[in-house]
């Protein structure tokens, strides 16, 4: 495999860039602020190229026997476990995430792989009751060209989910990591590649712009995981192009507390949901509600358990300064109207871009923190005086992406089973779920399955096959050939020869 450590150069800056510029995607080490490398951006006639050579590859792929697809997919997999630690000090590099964890999600990516390669091969149609003479039958096509558009905070785990279901059910794709790790995207690139035939699987790196070409190039399927306001330009250009569009988008994902819990253990089911990978994932925990009985107690073990986390230096860097900036942003908004930083909530002196573990109190449903998305160590805490007022301030909102419910009380858990408008109900724990769970997100949260067995379906067309026997033919040699063939008997000649 080629090096995927060496370094482009930028002329060093003591501020942030822009992401994108002339000369390219210029990153910064998250934790000292210093420039890692350049890399270039696709130029309009490669993204184009990409595609025309995607579509040119995409007829020998999807007659490829499942099979082999699937086999292909198993040489991927073991390619990138040989790749795993230099992926990961890659991840670490670009993105501030710790190796041990990207080394989770690359594990993560490589057990998807592995998962489609055998799931692939068993995707099939259904079998139709019509009249018995005939056959009635569904049938699982490739949708052709694939465009992958894939987040920077899991980049692996997220990718390897969509380029296997892509694959494995026979189309083609080309893969645009997020811009706020183009290398690592590029490495990963480098090492799926060769597993496939020429053209089958292609990384373009880039930003918007990049992006928004690839989402109005004429693909057949566009999968996109990243922020709400670009899922939504992808899906209208979807309209336009007529492409098949799977987005999995922003949330702002509640956590509600009921009275009949342990408020220490479920400040830790907090703090995990809020500070995790420093708050940088899609179904992190964004705003909590705790019933008044225990708020007291629930607080100062949440607060309890964000100092620690800040005091034993475990909270990792923010992506770069551009998200620190927006989420410190979002904190002084809300203690601009009266909510209270009982830990966390300044920036801090030093180089990079880490942001504390921070719990706020007395927050409103007025306040950003607690209607936008924020992608950061917040943990926002609004006191609520039953669980019925609970619940409706989580149902609120425009996202619906998951939600967690602490309860001890049936009753309540299957109220807010039912009630919650969001895709993922998590009871009693934060972070969990059986294998092979796919959920449709709701609202500005994005449209279909982006990961488990139903991403195959999403990435399939559906023809429906019914052949029927011709009538028989009286006499003649055409009759003789129909019948040395077996077929052309009808339901009277049955009868005549019983």
């Known amino acids: ?18 992401l994108t510029d002339k000369t390219g995607i210029t990153i910064r080490n998250p934790r000292t602020g210093d420039v890692l490398w350049t890399v270039p951006e696709a130029e309009p006639a490669a993204v184009t190229h990409a595609v025309d050579v995607a579509r040119s590859a995409a007829a020998d792929w999807a007659s490829t026997a499942p099979a082999e697809r699937g086999a292909a997919l198993r040489k991927a997999a073991k390619a990138l476990a040989a790749a795993a630690q230099e992926l990961a000090e890659l991840n670490f590099s670009e993105t501030g995430k710790p190796v041990e964890d990207s080394l989770g999600g690359i594990g993560a990516g490589i057990s998807t792989l592995e998962q489609y390669a055998e799931l692939g091969p068993v995707h099939r149609g259904h079998s139709l009751r019509g009249n018995r003479l005939a056959a009635d039958y569904t049938v699982a096509e490739p949708r052709g060209v694939a465009v992958l558009l894939t987040p920077w905070n899991d980049p692996v785990a997220v990718a390897c989910g969509l380029i296997g279901a892509a694959l494995v059910t026979g189309n083609t794709a080309v893969h645009k990591p997020s811009e706020r790790c183009p290398r690592l995207g590029e490495a990963l690139g480098e090492v799926l590649a060769p597993a496939f035939p020429p053209g089958v699987f292609q990384t373009v790196s880039g930003g918007a712009a990049v992006g928004a070409l690839l989402a109005q190039s004429g693909a057949d399927v566009i999968a996109h995981v990243g922020s709400s306001a670009a899922g939504a330009r992808i899906a209208r250009a979807g309209v336009l192009t007529g492409a098949h569009v799977i987005r999995e988008n922003g949330g702002n994902d509640p956590l509600l507390v009921d009275r009949d819990v342990d408020p220490v253990w479920a400040a830790e089911q907090a703090a995990i949901g809020a500070f995790s990978n420093s708050g940088q994932i899609c179904v992190a925990v964004e705003r909590i509600y705790v019933h008044e009985d225990i708020a007291a107690e629930f ?6 358990e964000a100092a620690l986390r800040n005091n034993n230096g475990t909270v990792a860097p923010l992506v770069d300064l551009r998200m620190r900036d927006e989420v410190h942003a979002q904190v002084a908004d809300a203690l601009s109207q009266g909510a209270r930083a009982i830990e966390g909530g300044a920036l801090p002196d030093g180089p990079g871009s880490f942001y504390p573990a921070t719990v706020l109190l007395d927050c409103t449903d007025r306040m950003q923190i607690m209607t936008e998305e924020t992608f950061g160590p917040i943990a926002p805490v609004q006191v609520v005086k039953s669980f019925d007022d609970g619940l409706r301030l989580a149902c609120s909102g425009r996202y619906g992406l998951a939600a967690t419910v602490l309860s001890g009380n049936i009753a309540h858990i299957q109220q807010a089973v039912a009630a919650l408008p969001v895709g993922t109900v998590k009871v009693n724990e934060v972070f969990g779920g059986a294998p092979g769970g796919a959920a449709q997100p709701r609202g500005e949260s994005g449209a279909g399955f982006g990961y488990g067995p139903e991403l195959l379906d999403e990435f399939s067309r559906v023809k429906v096959v019914h052949i029927a026997a011709p009538p028989a033919v009286s006499g003649g040699p055409a009759a003789a050939g129909h019948e040395s063939a077996g077929i052309g008997a009808s339901a009277a000649d049955e009868r005549d020869q019983s």
């Open 1 to 18: 495999m080629p090096s995927i450590a060496t370094d482009t150069t930028a002329p060093d800056s003591t501020s942030q860039p822009e």
């Open 299 to 304: 607080c100062k073990a949440l607060e309890a």
